[in-house]
C-alpha cells in the first residue's frame, strides 16, 4: 500500500507572505495543527500550531507577521509512491508528525500525519486480531 492511499489529500496552505493572522484562521476553519507554506505549488515551508503559539507568546510577534518569519524552512517531504513502512519510519527518524506528500514535479498532492499512520495501522492490528480470534475458538 502507497502513502497516496491514505493521505488527506485537502492541503491547508499559505503563502509565505501570508500574516499568521491569516495561517491561524486556516487551521480553525479547516480543524488542522499545521500549514504548509507553498509557492507555485511547491512546499517552501510549514508551520504547526507550535510554531504559531511560540512566536505569539514567547517571541511577542504579532498577528501581521508573514508566515515566512515563523515557518520552517527546510520542509521535509515523502514522493506520493512512498510505501506505508517506509513512510511510518521516515516520520520516526525525522522526529515530525506531518509530511507533506509530493508528486514527480515536487508539488504538494497531500499530506499525512502520524495520526493518519496509528490509525491505519491499529486497523490492521484489529485485523490480524481477529484472524488470530477465531484461530483460537476452533482449537
Not at 72 to 94: G, N
Amino acid at each position: 500500500m502507497k502513502i497516496s492511499d491514505i493521505f488527506f489529500k485537502k492541503v491547508v496552505a499559505a503563502r509565505p507572505r501570508d500574516s499568521l493572522a491569516v495561517v491561524a484562521e486556516a487551521m480553525q476553519e479547516h480543524n488542522v495543527g499545521a500549514v504548509v507554506v507553498l509557492e507555485d505549488d511547491r512546499p517552501v515551508g510549514i508551520i504547526t500550531d507550535r510554531d504559531l503559539a511560540l512566536a505569539l507568546g514567547a517571541k511577542k510577534l504579532t498577528l501581521d507577521t508573514p508566515a515566512e518569519k515563523v515557518m520552517t524552512r527546510h520542509v521535509l517531504a515523502i514522493p506520493e509512491d512512498t510505501d506505508i513502512f517506509t513512510a511510518t519510519k521516515y516520520i520516526q527518524e525525522c522526529g515530525v508528525r506531518r509530511l507533506p506528500v509530493v508528486d514527480r514535479d515536487d508539488r504538494v498532492t497531500g499530506v499525512v500525519s502520524l495520526d493518519d499512520l496509528l490509525r491505519l495501522l491499529s486497523r490492521e492490528l484489529s485485523n490480524l486480531a481477529e484472524g488470530i480470534k477465531h484461530e483460537m475458538e476452533i482449537k
